[in-house]
């Protein structure tokens, strides 16, 4: 699978300005994972953000729905946290849920996966995370990895 097809700069900046809501599957309540810090910066910078955790009820202060399926109302993004071999069913729900775009994190590589959104006219973000991402586009990211906002010379080191 050549990734560098999922990974087109134009296609992650328009997904990035078109959404509005983003479910992020497999998003855990744990602060110490990967998938709450990307769900808390999303939705700290304007995003709707929905979990889909079937084992929990709510996170980061939003209402959690055990699939694509449950949720209420219209999603653009499926940013997706799990295992490669979950993405095949989440694409299908994706495609069932009317999203434009399936979105899976780095090492979420699913070949089946993939062929499912596209077929169903999902634009198709692989191995890629979206808060680094939207950070790169938005003018986020510094040398160590965030915008500090702060010119200093103060070298006492990380703290």
Request: some cysteine.
């Amino acid at each position: 699978m050549d990734l560098r097809r999922y990974q087109d700069p134009l296609t992650i900046q328009r997904v990035l300005n078109t959404a509005d809501t983003i479910a992020v599957v497999g998003l855990s309540n744990n602060e110490l994972r990967a998938s709450y810090f990307v769900g808390y910066y999303l939705k700290r910078h304007g995003y709707r953000v929905i979990p889909v955790n079937p084992r929990e009820t709510e996170i980061l202060g939003e209402r959690c729905y055990p699939s694509l399926r449950d949720i209420p109302e219209p999603v653009h993004t499926v940013n997706v946290f799990r295992a490669p071999d979950a993405v095949p069913d989440i694409a299908r729900e994706a495609v069932e849920i009317g999203a434009t775009a399936l979105w899976c994190q780095f090492g979420v590589i699913s070949p089946e996966g993939t062929q499912i959104a596209e077929d169903g006219g999902l634009s198709v973000i692989v191995d890629r995370c979206i808060k680094i991402e939207h950070a790169r586009y938005a003018g986020r990211m510094h040398w160590l990895g965030f915008n500090t906002q702060r010119i200093t010379s103060v070298r006492t080191g990380l703290q």
